[in-house]
């Protein structure tokens, strides 16, 4: 069998995505530390997009699993744990196994599969609705409602 690479504009849109759900819910629990997509890091940026890759490609097929691949990537990138987070420093105090972080922590993890995956549904649905195709010309434009 032979896959497909995910496109990168996919990727992109469901980073930012799964990162504005996450800042939201992050602003829910009173921690306003997160920006906007558009001013977070690149290293905030390319973790999204790891972590959307994972989904997406069958590696992370759980929250349990998506949180070990995020664990991974933050050691491998010189992250420790640490009971403040601070990207200078470099410490999170997720960096920890899934079964120890509490009840409102792991719900990221299952709040960032669910936006990947019912986004990606979303797109999908829109990219496929014939209403929204328009052919002409030779042409194919979608139409943005």
Known sequence: MTTKPLNS???ELLARLSHEVNRAYCAALGDASQVEWADAPDWQKDSARAGVRSV????AASPEEQHALWM?????????????????????????????LPPEQRAKDHLFRASVLHGLN???????????????????????R
């Open 122 to 144: 979303l797109l999908c649905d829109y990219v496929m609705d014939a209403s929204n195709i328009q052919i002409g010309d030779g042409n194919v434009q979608v139409i943005r």
């Open 72 to 100: 991974d990537l933050k050691i491998k990138e010189g992250w420790v744990y640490g009971t403040v987070k601070d990207a200078d420093k470099k410490t999170h105090p997720c960096l920890t196994p899934y079964d120890n």
């Open 9 to 11: 504009h996919t990727v």
């Open 56 to 59: 997406l490609n069958g590696e």
